[in-house]
């Protein structure tokens, strides 16, 4: 039976995220995230499951997605591999 979701839908989750519970006569397991992304709940808790059923899935192309968006822009000021426009690069003689 899976007992618990830690997480709602739509959710954001990191890898190795505890994700939900299953219950058996002699084992409670908690299942953790196998990839960063987004949730999507296809079993609610309280349903007992078939072995091998989906229960949920990660999005991991969404995640992705965010990440690129979430990402400051780098500055022009700050760029790796770009010289300070204050550094001279020749020596007056």
């Known amino acids: 039976m899976l007992a618990e979701w830690f997480k709602k839908d739509g959710d ?4 190795d995220e505890a994700l939900f519970v299953l219950e058996t006569d002699k ?3 908690e ?3 196998e990839a960063a992304g987004r949730l999507h709940i296809q079993v609610a808790a309280g349903t007992t499951v078939k072995i091998g ?9 969404s995640a992705a997605a965010a990440a ?6 780098p ?4 760029f790796p591999g770009r010289p300070r426009p204050d550094r001279r690069w020749w020596r007056n003689r």
């Open 68 to 73: 690129e968006i979430d990402k400051p822009e």
């Open 27 to 29: 084992v409670t397991l």
């Open 12 to 15: 954001t989750v990191r890898k």
């Open 53 to 61: 059923a989906v229960v949920g899935s990660i999005d991991t192309i």
């Open 31 to 33: 299942v953790t995230a």
């Open 75 to 78: 500055s022009r000021k700050n």
